[in-house]
């Protein structure tokens, strides 16, 4: 079984930066394709950025070129690093964890999951 809890998230102006961390627990991200989802008040769940397996990387639009996913070293912590944040970019972080999901982008393939961090970015 695998255990998830992010950490990272604050209150920061825009045009700042953060770093989130996903741990893993009870197994290593190995062989797992690992995404961050957000959610604001009101709004439904959407992708951010994921990494599959084999390494390859996806963002959403929006955060292209902001945004940067990766794994870390010890294949049991996943980073999502956030630069020049804008006050849309406020939401809750989710991090997600599945065996080859069947949509990549769709939260409902994801079988593990975080509790969330929340990324506040005042104007």
């Known amino acids: 079984q695998l255990q998830l809890v992010e950490s990272g998230g604050a209150l920061v102006q825009a045009g700042g930066s953060l770093r989130l961390s996903c741990v893993a627990s009870g197994q290593t991200f190995r062989n797992y394709d690992v995404a961050w989802f957000r959610q604001a008040p009101g709004d439904l769940r959407e992708f951010v950025a994921g990494?599959?397996?084999?390494?390859?990387?996806y963002y959403r639009n929006s955060v292209k070129g902001r945004f940067t996913i990766s794994r870390g070293n010890f294949e049991n912590t996943v980073y999502l690093q956030m630069n020049s944040l804008k006050p849309e970019d406020t939401a809750i972080y989710y991090c997600a964890a599945g065996d080859r999901p069947r949509q990549f982008d769709a939260g409902e393939y994801y079988a593990y999951w975080g509790q969330g961090t929340q990324v506040t970015i005042s104007s």
């Open positions: 990494t599959k397996w084999m390494d390859s990387s």
